[in-house]
């Protein structure tokens, strides 16, 4: 999700002009023109960080790190000089022209830089402000409800068939199960399901950089197919692997409301002692994909290493996200879910509903529209740039938490209006996979049925619209529009 240096509205410095992007360098020279700023704190991120480890320097974030994460945001005040030795997208900032626009050649592997005047500075600049201002609506409005149906369907499919396997279970051990009761599953119906999907995770994780050199060397066509399994598949599990744990938090804790509610502020405190940061709560509509090897392949690494092999770094990234954090994380959702379900209009699910999708997109749409002005409020207001300084993880931290509101929001109006209205078949099975493949297909032939599962590493913004979450499917789809000869 590359930088690239294209004009923006910077209305966080002077809202009746128009300037380009800071780089990292370039941020540096405007806050060591403020007179509290000192050199000494351009330096500094934290007391901890002033102390001296053994082979500290020699310690690396991996190339491709989870979407939206800490180890994916452009430091704010941190230098460039010839010695920085950080990722090439970083560097590129630094010697990449005003009147240049870099594009990406897919077929070559590299980079263009293209005059920016040969492109026509007005046109240029227009369809830049169409696009920012309809990418979150389009991804909002129409990709999203697609995203959400083929989870419904997809979830209802693996709860019919888990139906199925429990009362045939229940009639093999003669079980009198009253009508109440009749929803509780055994244990071994749900954790051999649980076990299964984490088996097949496994190889996914280790077997990430051949699968990757093996697609690359393949054609087009073959490529894209294969890319589209893998994606299913993992979507697949994924399912799975919410639906029995969410069932087994479901039998085994108390349902009182303010039981599930603490346990999902406990969970959004663990997450934030394990690994710093609340973007892993974050979804769809903030973070979509486009369906590439380059993005759907490799899982993203939060982990600094040094001298490491591959696939024990995959090895740990797999039980840090597989087993940790997916537990956490589900265990947040569900918290919150199950109190609107108890406390709003529990008697009139349409009316539910529609309040989440209204409240819900009420959020969104400031969030993703105002991520660079909040991303750079330090650089106009002192406060901030203390909180910045001093607190850098809080600031977004509050963001990834009113994000992850709007997308549970978001996702359980929709998902209560399919639940409620969804009828096509008697059988709700066929009614459910014929929704599930439809939604799978049609999100493939827009590529982007990895949305799905959101991206799996970091995409670059190349317009550097949306700081905070990678949002650029709709970009991506005009820039390659843009480049066949029929529409230029």
């Known amino acids: 999700m590359s930088n690239n240096d294209e004009p923006t509205q910077r209305t966080y410095l002077d809202r009746s002009t128009t300037a380009m992007p800071l780089s990292p360098i370039d941020e540096r020279q405007e806050l060591g023109r403020r007179p509290s700023m000192s050199g000494d704190i351009l330096r500094r991120f934290s007391t901890t960080s002033q102390i001296s480890l053994p082979y500290g320097d020699e310690y690396r974030r991996q190339e491709r790190v989870p979407p939206a994460s800490a180890e994916f945001q ?29 594009i990406e050649d897919d077929e070559n592997g590299r980079s263009i830089l293209i005059n920016r005047d040969s492109l026509g500075g007005k046109r240029f600049q ?34 019919i068939l888990l139906q199925a396997v429990n ?30 999907v984490q088996i097949l995770l496994l190889p996914l994780y280790l077997g990430q950089d051949f699968l990757y050199n093996f697609l690359k060397k393949q054609n087009r066509f073959l490529r894209l197919i294969l890319l589209k399994f893998h994606i299913l598949l993992l979507a697949s599990l994924y399912i799975i692997q919410w639906e029995m744990l969410w069932t087994v938090w479901d039998q085994y804790t108390p349902h009182e409301w303010y039981f599930e509610l603490v346990l999902s502020l406990t969970s959004l405190f663990a997450l934030i002692v394990l690994i710093g940061h609340l973007s892993d709560l974050v979804c769809a509509p903030f973070l979509v994909s486009y369906d590439d090897i ?6 993203g690494c939060p982990l600094l290493t040094r001298q490491m092999n591959p696939w024990k770094i995959n090895l740990i990234n797999y039980f840090l996200y597989e087993i940790l954090i997916s537990n956490i994380t589900i265990m947040t959702w569900r918290g919150f879910y199950h109190f609107l379900d108890e406390t709003l209009y529990p008697n009139d699910v349409d009316k539910s509903a529609w309040i989440c999708l209204l409240v819900g997109y ?63 078949f008697k059988s709700h099975f066929f009614t459910y996979m014929l929704l599930y493949l439809v939604a799978f297909l049609f999100l493939a032939f827009i590529q982007t049925s ?39």
């Open 167 to 196: 009362q045939h279970t229940s009639t093999q051990e003669h079980h009198n199960i009253s009508d109440e009761n009749s929803s509780h599953y055994s244990i071994h119906t749900l954790l051999i399901p649980y076990v299964i």
């Open 362 to 424: 009420c959020l969104y749409l400031p969030l993703m529209y105002f991520q660079n002005y909040l991303e750079y409020l330090n650089l106009k207001f002192e406060f901030w740039t203390f909180v910045s300084i001093n607190f850098p993880q809080l600031y977004r931290n509050i963001r990834h938490l009113f994000a992850f509101f709007s997308c549970l929001l978001l996702w359980r109006g929709i998902w209560l209006l399919y639940d409620s209205h969804i009828v096509i």
């Open 74 to 102: 452009r430091p704010l005040f941190l230098g460039t000089g010839e010695g920085y030795d950080g990722p090439v997208n970083e560097r590129r900032l630094t010697f990449m022209s005003a009147a240049n626009y870099s």
């Open 450 to 488: 990895s949305s799905i599962n959101g991206p799996l590493s970091n995409m670059e913004d190349e317009n550097q619209f949306f700081s905070l979450y990678p949002h650029c499917y709709v970009s991506i789809i005009f820039r390659k529009f843009s480049r066949m000869q029929c529409f230029t």
């Open 294 to 299: 380059e993005y759907c392949i490799h899982f």
């Open 126 to 159: 227009h369809h830049r402000q169409i696009l920012f201002i309809v990418e979150p609506i389009i991804v909002g409005l129409f990709l999203l409800p697609v995203l959400v149906l083929f989870w419904e369907c997809g979830w209802n499919l693996v709860w």
